[in-house]
Nanobody, 124 residues
Framework: QVQLVESGGGLVQAGGSLRLSCAAS????????MGWFRQAPGKEREFVAA???????YYAESVTGRFSISRDNAKNTMYLQMNSLKPDDAAVYYC??????????????????WGQGTQVTVSS
């Protein structure tokens, strides 16, 4: 089983940037599709971005053009580059992994392994 640990969260001003990392251990991530989700206070967890085993990216409409997902299998790490951050982007960000070749990577149920989350705060 792969274990995931997020890092890179913090406080940033609106318009700023952050890069989140999701470091995996236990198994190589090359066989996994990976995703980022986020949960703001009082809201349900929502899809942000995903990347397939063949590095095809998918994005939520709300982050398209501002966020970029990538993976470095050699480092066993996935990244989320977040630019032009808005106060609405503030949330706990979670990374997730699945070994299935799922066509529904925007859905939480597609993933079987989750990290503990990292807080992103955006000041206006």
């Amino acid at each position: 089983q792969v274990q995931l640990v997020e890092s890179g969260g913090g406080l940033v001003q609106a318009g700023g940037s952050l890069r989140l990392s999701c470091a995996a251990s236990g198994r190589t991530i090359s066989a996994y599709a990976m995703g980022w989700f986020r949960q703001a206070p009082g809201k349900e967890r929502e899809f942000v971005a995903a990347i397939t085993q063949s590095t095809i990216p998918y994005y939520a409409e709300s982050v398209t053009g501002r966020f970029s997902i990538s993976r470095d299998n050699a480092k066993n790490t996935m990244y989320l580059q977040m630019n032009s951050l808005k106060p609405d982007d503030a949330a706990v960000y979670y990374c997730a992994a699945t070994r299935t070749f799922s066509s529904t990577l925007s859905m939480e149920i597609s993933y079987d392994t989750w990290g503990q989350g990292t807080q992103v705060t955006v000041s206006s």
